[in-house]
């Protein structure tokens, strides 16, 4: 039988390489195809993926690499395959398209049929090769389908019409919800036009802090939902399946400590304890899989992305400068580990993810039976090993075979066994560099070696306050190294690219990429202020503001004004694997005001808000990030700005709190800093600090004592 070669062989994402290789004609998005299916009128088949995505794996085992289904989809249609990790703004477009059509969460592999002028008429997700699951088989559907659009044209115009309406009128406001089932609403949400900020007026330095009670109501609901939404038996938010949810804990936290909520702020720690010591942690090499599909944080969904890490690392750093416990920091370490070892590319930067799968099997490469490892250890250490990794209970996975999680942690085991914690340590340390060797000799999983933008942005800004917490000059190091290599590879004419370092044409940058970049570069100027990242800073957000801002106020696109012309642009504030861009761009957009007094930033942060933030509490779900950055503006937030030598400023640096969401603390050393900071006295001093909040400073502090005094008033 006769194939068609298709054109994914020379692209450079590894997703779109691993279908380059199937019977189906497949197009990459552009003209090409695009002109194909209006010329010769016929439908488009859009699949979208990614490249560590099990069930995109099985979809293209049982129909991409058939080649009798490969014809049916070469005769019908014009396939195209999207990778979604480079084309967000198609994923972002076609599962919020894919929601209106089904009024069911979308996911991956996302299959949905367009009209030759892109519009949408028919979504689904995986679909079995023969009947399964409640699902049609796919050959069965492709046929339905191509038969649908030859004799019903009316009908699939209508319906395209529809949904393309829909789209506008959502992005007009806040777009739908997408992506996991678990953050999902199942339908998208109507605009919400109750702003809980003024659509007027601002605050200007110094101007005093009207009272906008909406806001404080709607972060005292969002606790409340919240509370009432944590499992405290298990931990985590909601049920099975389990994904962290780190946007939301990152809210919780930071709303548990500004409220005193002691019974939110338990919650918090005691799910991220539960992460940490269940199934979703690699207890050998570290790091972190993407969801649990249990209610107890047991069985993962075996693939590791690094935004997943990135924004546990900055959690576990948080909640270790608020709780001190250990897990935390060993947690941490774990994920900084991996990304060390598994995931930076030479020049600095950190490829995307690995796979579930190992030999066509999801969690071969992880899982263990217990006869391997009695043979690996010693029986004293198998003894130490099986209790705390559960190797005593019945097999986990798939009835057959067991996943490492901690069963018992140290204290109780080594009280069990009627040794000390540290022999037992010692014991489980031993146990898990053997398992570790042999594991390495296994056939590992797929690594998509792309350097996303937005992605290590995010993980340059959890190393950069890791640093800070863990007191890690390595950690910093490695945000450096990255940071630079963003700004050498993805920062090209004034605009970044959604992919660093790729020898293809640039794709051009979205809304994440420059409010993930700005933050992880205001992150650094806490953490290790240079003069040249503040600068880069004004740069980022300028290009914000000039391309992404809404006219309407109603908040920033998710693309450029200038991005190629698709169905919809969309605008939303939801979660979705990441966190929101304009949650993130507006609390980054505060940070930036307060730095240089710029009421630009300030408006475009309030607008943002205004159209975009949850009202109620049952509104809070998925919306994270903005709830950040709404709890950021709603409470005071301090700036302390310290100068002199560094090495004298060192005991100053470490008497301020580890954890503090409300106060920005820049050692600018002798550096010139920002606009808004204070000029220094002209005679010389070893270190001097000024505390300024709502635009008045304290004149400047020489004596450590008084600066201390100064912060206890301010925290009181």
């Given at each position: 039988?006769?194939?068609?070669?298709?054109?994914?062989?020379?692209?450079?994402?590894?997703?779109?390489?691993?279908?380059?290789?199937?019977?189906?004609?497949?197009?990459?998005?552009?003209?090409?195809?695009?002109?194909?299916?209006?010329?010769?009128?016929?439908?488009?088949?859009?699949?979208?993926?990614?490249?560590?995505c099990h069930w995109c794996h099985v979809m293209a085992r049982e129909s991409f690499e058939d080649p009798d289904t490969a014809a049916v989809m070469n005769a019908s249609f014009v396939n195209i395959k999207v990778d979604r990790e480079e084309r967000p703004d198609l994923d972002h477009i076609y599962q919020a398209a894919h929601q209106l059509l089904t009024r069911q969460p979308g996911g991956w592999p996302l299959t949905v049929f367009l009209a030759p002028d892109q519009a949408p008429f028919f979504s689904g997700t995986y679909f079995p090769r023969e009947p399964r699951f409640g699902l049609p088989g796919f050959r069965e559907l492709l046929a339905k389908v191509a038969?649908?659009?030859?004799?019903?044209?009316?009908?699939?115009?209508?319906?395209?019409?529809?949904?393309?309406?829909?789209?506008?009128?959502?992005?007009?406001?806040?777009g739908p919800p997408q992506a996991d089932a678990s953050q999902t609403p199942e339908r998208a949400q109507p605009a919400?036009?109750?702003?809980?900020?003024?659509?007027?007026?601002?605050?200007?330095?110094?101007?005093?802090?009207?009272?906008?009670?909406?806001?404080?109501?709607?972060?005292?609901?969002?606790?409340?939902?919240f509370r009432a939404a944590f499992d405290l038996q298990h931990g985590g938010l909601g049920?099975?399946?389990?994904?962290?949810?780190?946007?939301?804990?990152?809210?919780?936290?930071?709303?548990?400590?500004?409220?005193?909520?002691?019974?939110?702020?338990?919650?918090?720690?005691?799910?991220?304890?539960r992460i940490a010591e269940g199934g979703l942690q690699d207890h050998l090499a570290g790091g972190f899989f993407r969801y649990c599909v249990d209610g107890f944080w047991e069985i993962p969904h075996f693939e590791k992305m690094l935004y997943d890490n990135a924004l546990l690392l900055r959690l576990f750093a948080d909640a270790f400068a608020l709780d001190r416990d250990a897990l935390f920091r060993e947690a941490a370490e774990g994920i900084v580990q991996w990304l060390t070892t598994e995931m930076r590319a030479p020049e600095g930067l950190f490829y995307s993810s690995l796979d579930a799968d190992a030999e066509h099997q999801e969690g071969k490469f992880y899982v263990w039976s217990r006869e391997e490892v009695a043979t690996l250890l010693s029986p004293g250490h198998f003894r130490v090993a099986a209790e705390f990794y559960g190797l005593t209970e019945n097999p986990n996975f798939e009835g057959h075979a067991?996943?490492?999680?901690?069963?018992?942690p140290l204290p109780a085991l080594a009280q069990g066994l009627g040794q000390t914690v540290d022999v037992v340590a010692s014991a489980v340390n031993e146990s898990r560099a053997r398992l570790l060797a042999a594991r390495s000799r296994r056939v590992r999983p797929g690594l998509d070696d792309k350097r996303l933008t937005a992605w290590n942005a995010?993980?340059?800004?959890?190393?950069?306050?890791?640093?800070?917490?863990?007191?890690?000059?390595?950690?910093?190091?490695?945000?450096?190294?990255?940071?630079?290599?963003?700004?050498?590879?993805?920062?090209?004419?004034?605009?970044?690219?959604?992919?660093?370092?790729?020898?293809?044409?640039?794709?051009?940058?979205?809304?994440?990429?420059?409010?993930?970049?700005?933050e992880a570069t205001l992150e650094l100027l806490e953490t290790?202020?240079?003069?040249?990242?503040?600068?880069?800073?004004?740069?980022?957000a300028q290009a914000l503001l000039r391309h992404f801002r809404g006219e309407d106020g109603g908040g920033f696109f998710f693309t450029a004004n200038d991005h190629e012309a698709l169905l919809a642009r969309m605008r939303t504030g939801f979660d979705q694997a990441t966190p929101s861009g304009n949650?993130?761009?507006?609390?980054?957009?505060?940070?930036?005001?307060?730095?240089?007094?710029?009421?630009?930033?300030?408006?475009?942060?309030?607008?943002?808000?205004?159209?975009?933030a949850p009202r109620r509490g049952e509104e809070a779900e998925g919306r994270g990030a903005l709830l950040c950055a709404l709890l950021a503006w709603s409470e005071d937030t301090a700036v302390v700005w310290l100068r002199g030598a560094l090495d004298r400023l060192t005991p100053w640096c470490e008497a301020l709190p580890a954890y503090r969401p409300q106060l920005l603390v820049l050692n600018l050393g002798d550096a010139p800093g920002p606009p808004a900071a204070p000029s220094p006295r002209a005679q010389e001093t070893a270190a001097m600090a000024w505390v300024c909040r709502a635009g008045t400073c304290t004149p400047p502090i020489v004596n450590l004592s008084a600066f201390l005094d100064v912060m206890a008033g301010s925290a009181s």
């Amino acid at each position: 039988m006769k194939t068609t070669k298709n054109r994914l062989g020379a692209a450079s994402s590894a997703y779109l390489r691993q279908h380059a290789a199937n019977p189906v004609a497949w197009y990459t998005w552009g003209p090409e195809a695009l002109d194909r299916a209006r010329t010769e009128n016929k439908p488009i088949l859009l699949s979208i993926g990614y490249a560590a995505c099990h069930w995109c794996h099985v979809m293209a085992r049982e129909s991409f690499e058939d080649p009798d289904t490969a014809a049916v989809m070469n005769a019908s249609f014009v396939n195209i395959k999207v990778d979604r990790e480079e084309r967000p703004d198609l994923d972002h477009i076609y599962q919020a398209a894919h929601q209106l059509l089904t009024r069911q969460p979308g996911g991956w592999p996302l299959t949905v049929f367009l009209a030759p002028d892109q519009a949408p008429f028919f979504s689904g997700t995986y679909f079995p090769r023969e009947p399964r699951f409640g699902l049609p088989g796919f050959r069965e559907l492709l046929a339905k389908v191509a038969t649908a659009f030859a004799q019903r044209r009316r009908e699939v115009g209508e319906t395209g019409q529809a949904v393309r309406e829909a789209l506008a009128q959502l992005s007009g406001r806040a777009g739908p919800p997408q992506a996991d089932a678990s953050q999902t609403p199942e339908r998208a949400q109507p605009a919400n036009r109750d702003h809980p900020l003024p659509r007027e007026g601002g605050r200007g330095e110094g101007a005093p802090r009207p009272e906008w009670p909406a806001a404080a109501a709607t972060i005292a609901a969002a606790r409340q939902h919240f509370r009432a939404a944590f499992d405290l038996q298990h931990g985590g938010l909601g049920h099975a399946p389990k994904f962290p949810r780190a946007p939301e804990l990152d809210f919780c936290l930071a709303a548990a400590y500004a409220a005193e909520d002691a019974e939110l702020r338990h919650a918090v720690l005691f799910s991220l304890r539960r992460i940490a010591e269940g199934g979703l942690q690699d207890h050998l090499a570290g790091g972190f899989f993407r969801y649990c599909v249990d209610g107890f944080w047991e069985i993962p969904h075996f693939e590791k992305m690094l935004y997943d890490n990135a924004l546990l690392l900055r959690l576990f750093a948080d909640a270790f400068a608020l709780d001190r416990d250990a897990l935390f920091r060993e947690a941490a370490e774990g994920i900084v580990q991996w990304l060390t070892t598994e995931m930076r590319a030479p020049e600095g930067l950190f490829y995307s993810s690995l796979d579930a799968d190992a030999e066509h099997q999801e969690g071969k490469f992880y899982v263990w039976s217990r006869e391997e490892v009695a043979t690996l250890l010693s029986p004293g250490h198998f003894r130490v090993a099986a209790e705390f990794y559960g190797l005593t209970e019945n097999p986990n996975f798939e009835g057959h075979a067991w996943h490492l999680r901690i069963h018992r942690p140290l204290p109780a085991l080594a009280q069990g066994l009627g040794q000390t914690v540290d022999v037992v340590a010692s014991a489980v340390n031993e146990s898990r560099a053997r398992l570790l060797a042999a594991r390495s000799r296994r056939v590992r999983p797929g690594l998509d070696d792309k350097r996303l933008t937005a992605w290590n942005a995010l993980t340059i800004t959890a190393l950069a306050r890791a640093a800070r917490v863990f007191a890690r000059p390595d950690w910093l190091a490695l945000a450096r190294g990255a940071h630079a290599a963003l700004l050498d590879g993805a920062w090209l004419g004034g605009r970044l690219a959604a992919l660093a370092g790729s020898s293809e044409p640039a794709l051009p940058g979205y809304l994440d990429d420059y409010a993930f970049v700005l933050e992880a570069t205001l992150e650094l100027l806490e953490t290790d202020y240079r003069q040249s990242d503040f600068e880069w800073a004004i740069e980022l957000a300028q290009a914000l503001l000039r391309h992404f801002r809404g006219e309407d106020g109603g908040g920033f696109f998710f693309t450029a004004n200038d991005h190629e012309a698709l169905l919809a642009r969309m605008r939303t504030g939801f979660d979705q694997a990441t966190p929101s861009g304009n949650g993130v761009a507006a609390k980054a957009l505060l940070r930036l005001w307060h730095l240089t007094s710029d009421r630009r930033y300030q408006d475009a942060a309030e607008e943002t808000l205004s159209a975009l933030a949850p009202r109620r509490g049952e509104e809070a779900e998925g919306r994270g990030a903005l709830l950040c950055a709404l709890l950021a503006w709603s409470e005071d937030t301090a700036v302390v700005w310290l100068r002199g030598a560094l090495d004298r400023l060192t005991p100053w640096c470490e008497a301020l709190p580890a954890y503090r969401p409300q106060l920005l603390v820049l050692n600018l050393g002798d550096a010139p800093g920002p606009p808004a900071a204070p000029s220094p006295r002209a005679q010389e001093t070893a270190a001097m600090a000024w505390v300024c909040r709502a635009g008045t400073c304290t004149p400047p502090i020489v004596n450590l004592s008084a600066f201390l005094d100064v912060m206890a008033g301010s925290a009181s």
